[in-house]
């Protein structure tokens, strides 16, 4: 009597040329090339008498049993990350809406409202909660970020106090410290000395070539910013502090991404290099150079990625990580503790502003006038349903444990259970069909017989 055989992992089929496709099941590792014999018998395994399987047939299943993807596959677990009290020991502070740049895509429309900025009790209080929340959970250090819709660092002293008073308490209570900021890097000599013995890295958003640089991101004058914030990485090189660059890439400069990147790898020391294409928010909605071409995107991210492979920085996009398997795209699931400058709690910190038609789903508490944190438990329960597997959407996408769903702060609708309605899901799906094809090659003698020819 023949073996019987049922596929038992969670296996996708992704289409390729001449009726081909990659097996995938991302959760056992594996992945090969099937021609349409190998597809139609896995599609209609539980119909087909296997008595009958043939020799080949027989000698490809078994090859699949051995790797895991029929007959009891061992799936690596997904952890579901459910908080259940409200006791985060991270947060990231957005210190003011106000702007030492006018970026002409800014997500956020900096300076475009009237000024707003953080009282120092609701800074306080949001280091309290955390260290108190350290002590409660035995936790060893907690987080302390800067980030926004203006520029962090905007409000120097207000940075200094801040951090000086995390120090201080972290002391008193034996806890670890990280601080660090998000960046647009016109930073004064004086503020870089302080930053790089009290900070441990920085993100700082730069869009590569000086011509690049000087158009998407001109002071409010007009005047480019690209010597300052060439001054500034140049510092942070010689001595050999730890920061990231972010670059946007509109259709402006998408023609030049190769050229950006080579100017950045030959004149800085980036840890990391993170390319993502111009979202359609903020002030881009309004500039039609902002139609960037999401294949073209893609085809260029992936020619300079296997440049890449050569140096040691990690090059990523966020929609793009087959390295991880996750059901969350990012904490808004896992009671991201981000506040805005009037004091609300946001689990994003691109919806940081009252007036974005998203706060009232991304707001779900604020820091009071007594100086309490409220929480408003229906949002955050909500939030926390937002995961990759809950949206019915993903559920035959073979990409969905990398992007996770993808950020839900730039889905073009209010649904957010529902269609991830914008062409990023084709460009993620894109990259990680391309680079799971370069992870096959890759190994092509261990794979290439997995098939019925």
């Known amino acids: 009597m023949s073996k019987e055989y049922q596929v038992t992992c969670d296996l996708f089929s992704i289409p390729l040329k001449n009726n081909e496709c990659l097996l995938y099941a991302p959760k056992v590792g594996f992945i090969c090339e099937a021609n349409k014999e190998l597809y139609n018998l ?21 090859q699949l049993e051995e790797n895991g993807v029929v007959n009891g596959s061992r799936e690596i677990h997904i ?25 002409i895509y800014c997500y956020a429309s900096a300076g475009d409202f009237e000024v707003r900025s953080m009282k120092w ?17 035995g936790t060893s250090s907690i987080n302390v970020g800067f980030h926004g819709g203006g520029e962090p660092l905007f409000r120097w002293n207000f940075i200094q106090k801040v951090t000086t008073y995390a120090e ?11 601080t660090y900021s998000a960046t647009n890097g016109v930073l004064t000599q004086k503020q870089l000395d302080w930053i790089v013995r009290h900070f441990s890295d920085l993100n700082i958003s730069f869009d590569g070539l000086p011509e690049v640089q000087d ?9 480019g910013s690209f010597q300052y914030i060439d001054r500034t990485i140049k510092f942070l090189d010689s001595i050999g502090f730890n920061y990231g660059i972010r670059s946007t890439i509109s259709d402006y400069n998408i023609d030049l991404m190769e050229e950006s990147y080579n100017f950045i790898v030959q004149n800085y020391q980036p840890k990391t290099i993170q390319f993502e294409p111009v979202f359609q928010c903020g002030r881009c ?15 260029l991210f992936q020619d300079i990625e296997q440049k890449n492979n050569e140096r040691n920085i990690r090059f990523i996009y966020s929609g793009c990580r087959v390295e991880t398997l996750t059901n969350a795209f990012c904490g808004v699931t896992r009671d991201s503790f981000t506040i805005t400058p009037e004091g609300f709690i946001t ?30 438990d229906r949002k955050r329960k909500f939030l926390h349903e937002l995961t990759v597997d809950n949206l019915e959407f993903c559920n035959d996408c073979f990409a969905k444990w990398h992007c996770a769903g993808d950020c839900v702060a730039k889905i073009g609708h209010s649904d957010l259970l529902g269609d991830r309605g914008h062409d990023r899901c084709e460009l993620n799906r894109q990259m990680v069909k391309d680079k799971l094809l370069k992870i096959l090659h890759s190994h092509k003698q261990q794979t290439k017989e997995v098939n019925l020819k």
Do not use: M, W
């Open 79 to 103: 952890k579901q990350y459910k908080p259940g009290a409200f006791l985060p020991v991270n947060v990231t502070l957005v210190p003011t809406n106000q702007y030492k740049l006018r970026f």
């Open 168 to 178: 201080e308490q972290c002391k008193r209570n034996d806890l670890k410290l990280k």
């Open 285 to 299: 909605k309004t500039k039609s150079e902002f139609n960037v071409s999401l294949e073209k995107f893609a085809r």
């Open 215 to 223: 158009y998407h991101r001109p002071l409010p004058n007009g005047e």
């Open 347 to 376: 689990a994003c910190f691109e919806i940081a502003s009252p007036e974005d038609p998203k706060s009232e789903i991304f707001f779900y508490g604020k820091i009071n006038e007594h100086e309490e944190v409220v929480i408003d």
């Open 121 to 137: 009790e609701t800074a306080k209080t949001a280091i309290d909660t955390i260290i108190r929340n350290a002590k409660t959970t």
């Open 42 to 62: 896995l599609a209609n395994l539980d119909e087909i008498d296997q008595n009958a399987l043939n020799k080949k047939q027989a000698t490809v299943l078994e």
